[in-house]
């Protein structure tokens, strides 16, 4: 199955769809964050989805499924080089790739 992709020029082309069986399968760590050990851009090429106590969450900048927790931002608070504060949170971490 292919999908037509364009730019903001207003050019385009064909682009095949990725299926299942094409993906990476998801880590137990995962950060966005591309400084991080834990970064990886195969997985992150794809649109991810994660449960965090039942709930969809879309702040989640880095998980962890074994250990059972999260890091998010502090609201607005940033460290003094621009990044936000991340804390992490406890609870059943659930990662799956969105369709």
Known sequence: MNRPVCNNGGLCRIEP????TERPTLPDRLAIDARS???????????IG????G????DVE?????EGWIRVPAGKTVDRRGQPL???V??????????
């Open 17 to 20: 769809t990725m299926t299942d």
């Open 37 to 47: 050990p834990h970064y990886n851009a195969q997985v992150l090429e794809h649109s």
């Open 50 to 53: 994660i449960r965090f106590n």
């Open 55 to 58: 709930r969809e969450r879309s």
């Open 62 to 66: 880095e998980y962890c499924i074994s």
């Open 86 to 88: 991340l804390i992490k």
């Open 90 to 99: 406890k609870g059943q971490v659930e990662v799956f790739y969105k369709a």
